[in-house]
């Protein structure tokens, strides 16, 4: 992608950089520019997540994943929830970074880049066990905080494992946050949304905590991905109660997109305490919400056809979702047995399996994220990286 034409950093004045970017600046000036290899300020990420950023975490603990999932990139199931990449994975190709390894991946993980902490069906808070049974993972934000300070403490420990991060790399590393969405969907059907606003602001305060405890540990910057439009899922759609008098003109559900918005304003809010609290970290909020909710609503303003009608899934219609027969999945129903099969054309939708982005939704998304528009503070990405372009 075009970088340049879609700076947002072209008023952002030297003198308004904060004191790390200043040094950055002047010692790019003062580098003799002989060298054309794209540099980075970031040697690695470690991402906190659930299923819209896991590369592999989930089923490297719980082998299970089959069918279409990894068709358009992968050509097989990557254990990533989608047809194929990921915004963390366009992130890390943008920055130059390999796709990172998962944490739990015991086979052919290499953690020099970075790591992923992320897993399918994470929650920020510690899930109640009888949640467990429906499906939510053991491996919520406390224990991944846990496992990246056990991966930093062995790889100080090591002096150079060929496949652990060099020590410096903790104090520079990009620190990514995607999480929150299990928090408030998984107990809506039961508790409605205003069962679930209750400890909402419970979620926020852990995520702004972790960071702060990343901090203490030498990490400075932080991006914080927030909360999707999931009244504009099909899965959603499908399941949640709502009333037709709920659908807004693009066919999303109003009250549960309300909520995700009063969210994402608490998250941006919470994030701004700790940024007053910690003022040499650069503690970013990346809107990613208004990215989504533009593809689900336009569509074809971004080379898309359907919105909130999924590509893999069962039963047709609007949705083409059926919790019965989710995506990959074959069930006995009334005496026929039924597949969930993917669409011929995932480029041409937003949502994969009516819960998650496929990869065409997903690098537009990166694409949007690349510009710096959606950042807040503005934060320079794009002058502490040569991004690399995304294809
Ligand atoms: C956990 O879930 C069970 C079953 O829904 C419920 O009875 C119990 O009160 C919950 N415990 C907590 C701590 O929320
Ligand atoms: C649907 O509308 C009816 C009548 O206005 C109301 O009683 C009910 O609570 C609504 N249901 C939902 C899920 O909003
Ligand atoms: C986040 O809060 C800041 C104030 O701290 C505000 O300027 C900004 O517009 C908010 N962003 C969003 C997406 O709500
Ligand atoms: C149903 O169909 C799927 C996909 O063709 C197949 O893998 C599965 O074994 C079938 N199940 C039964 C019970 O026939």
Redesign the pocket.
């Known amino acids: 992608m075009k970088t340049s034409s879609l700076n947002p950093l072209a008023g952002f004045r030297h003198a308004h950089l904060p004191p790390f970017f200043s040094a950055l600046l002047i010692s790019c000036l003062l580098a003799p520019p002989t060298t054309t290899e794209a540099k980075c300020a970031f040697p690695a990420i470690f991402n906190f997540g659930d299923s819209n950023s896991d590369t592999g975490g989930f089923y490297a603990a719980f082998p299970a994943q089959t069918g279409p999932f990894g068709m358009t990139y992968f050509k097989r199931p990557a254990g990533r929830a989608s047809d194929g990449r990921l915004v963390i994975d366009f992130l890390a190709e943008a920055l130059g970074l390999p796709f990172l390894s998962p944490y739990l991946q015991s086979i052919g993980s290499d953690f020099r880049y970075g790591a992923n902490f992320a897993t399918l069906a994470s929650t920020v808070r510690l899930p109640n066990t009888s949640l467990f049974v429906s499906g939510l993972s053991p491996f919520s934000l406390a224990i991944q905080l846990n496992q990246m300070k056990d991966l930093r403490k062995r790889s100080l420990a090591s002096l150079g494992n060929e496949h652990l991060p060099p020590s410096a790399v903790f104090g520079q590393a990009l620190y990514t946050f995607d999480i929150g969405q299990n928090d408030f969907t998984s107990e809506l059907g039961s508790l409605g949304i205003g069962g679930v606003q209750k400890y909402l602001p419970e979620v926020a305060s852990q995520i702004a905590w972790t960071i702060k405890e990343i901090h203490d540990l030498g990490g400075r910057r932080f991006m914080v991905f ?1 909360l999707a439009p999931i009244g504009c899922y099909p899965s959603f759609l499908t399941e949640l109660p709502h009333n037709t008098s709920d659908l807004d003109v693009y066919g999303c559900m109003i009250s549960y997109n309300d909520a995700v918005v009063e969210y ?2 608490l998250l ?2 919470t994030l ?1 305490n700790m940024r007053n609290m910690l003022p040499d970290a650069h503690i970013i ?1 990346v ?1 990613t ?2 990215v989504k909710l533009d593809l689900f609503r336009h569509p074809k303003n971004h080379g898309l056809v359907y919105g909130t009608k999924a590509c893999c899934g069962h039963g047709g219609g609007a949705y083409n979702f059926d919790p019965q027969v989710m995506c990959g999945n074959s069930k006995m129903i009334s005496g026929r047995n039924v597949t969930a099969t993917a669409c011929g054309d995932p480029q041409n939708y937003v949502s994969w399996d009516g819960i998650h982005a496929t990869e065409a939704a997903n690098k537009l998304v990166t694409q949007a994220v690349l510009t710096g528009f959606h950042f ?1 503070p503005p934060f320079p990405l794009s002058l502490l990286c040569d991004l690399h372009p995304i294809d």
Request: overall charge negative.
């Open positions: 927030n994402n304003k941006n809010d701004e909020y809107d919400h208004s807040h």
